[in-house]
């Protein structure tokens, strides 16, 4: 990739810090180093090497990852890039990365994509071909993000999301296979990620529902308590919190994107009361959502509503 589009290792490295549930999203195209341990995030990232060969520990598994071959994973699970080598035994150009980071819960949120979703979350590394997912994407992408039109930045979401339907509607090309589901015995993380897996899913599902934490435990056939304490150790983030973010999610998609009247988007997403819903989705987007809809609708970009980190 040519010079301009490439950033230093330290740029914008905060969108990941380890003590956020989710991160924010991000990109950054850089000279990949080696890490010194495993570390873990709140998103789904996407990796390419454009030039050499990358060797991964992911999860305490050996993971090696050609040049040119995009691949995405979720960061949930501890990996750390452990080698960098040359595609070929000649010398080449300095390796270059390009890295991008998709929160968890916008992926999670994302239509018609279950089967990737729950592949990732289920620790599976999946390839995408070349035609669908390249340095050109790559190069738009990065140019889009840094920007900071957040119009821009929507429409590299909506083509993630293209290309994550794409992906779904084909076999899938792993470069490591997800947890089996029924025989792990044994493998304790595995089992917990299908735990974690199976509360994320009832909660997409019934979003509009009068749903209790009691209700999303018994997805999983485990005590309540524990469960939810599983939940917290491995998203990082309270089960009641997580629902509450997966509402406002929906909420502000079909805020932007229906003409369906407030009150009913409120109910819809699950919301008691029209209280409730203007409180929680004020102290997560910084505006109320009257004032994010008329702001979309009377600009070409969102101007002035600039993505903003969860609240605690």
Not at 54 to 77: M, T
Not at 218 to 228: D, E, F, K, M, P
Request: charge should be positive; proline fraction near 5%.
């Amino acid at each position: 990739m040519s010079g301009p589009l490439t950033s230093t290792v330290r740029h914008d490295r905060r969108f990941y810090a380890a003590n956020r549930a989710f991160g924010r999203f991000g990109m950054r195209i850089f000279a990949p180093v080696t890490m010194d341990g495993p570390h873990w995030h709140g998103h789904i990232e996407g990796n390419l090497s454009t030039t050499s060969d990358l060797v991964y520990q992911f999860d305490g598994e050996k993971i090696r990852v050609p040049a040119g071959q995009p691949v995405f994973f979720w960061a949930g699970i501890p990996h750390q890039l452990a080698a960098i080598e040359a595609a070929d035994d000649r010398d080449g150009p300095v390796p270059e990365l390009c890295n991008l980071y998709l929160p968890l819960d916008s992926f999670l949120i994302m239509p018609h994509i279950a089967r990737l979703q729950v592949a990732l979350l289920s620790g599976g590394i999946v390839a995408a071909p070349a035609d669908l997912c390249n340095r050109q994407h790559v190069e738009r992408w990065y140019r889009d993000y840094r920007s900071h039109d957040v119009e821009r930045s929507e429409i590299v979401k909506m083509e993630l999301n293209a290309l994550f339907r794409r992906l779904s509607i084909q076999p899938f090309t792993f470069v490591r296979q997800p947890w089996e589901n029924g025989d792990a015995e044994g493998d304790l993380a595995s089992t917990h990620v299908r735990h974690v897996v199976a509360m994320i899913r009832f909660v997409l599902e019934n979003l509009g529902e009068n749903m209790t934490s009691a209700d999303v435990t018994r997805s999983t056939g485990l005590h309540a308590n524990y469960a939810q304490a599983l939940f917290t150790r491995t998203m990082r983030l309270p089960l009641k919190k997580f629902i509450i973010r997966m509402r406002l999610l929906r909420a502000r998609a079909m805020l932007l994107e229906s003409n369906v009247a407030i009150t009913t988007i409120a109910t819809q997403c699950g919301f008691n009361s029209m209280t409730q819903f203007y409180r929680h989705f004020t102290m997560a987007y910084g505006t109320p959502p009257n004032r994010l809809r008329q702001s979309y609708r009377n600009s070409d970009t969102l101007s002035g509503i600039n993505e903003q980190e969860w609240r605690a």
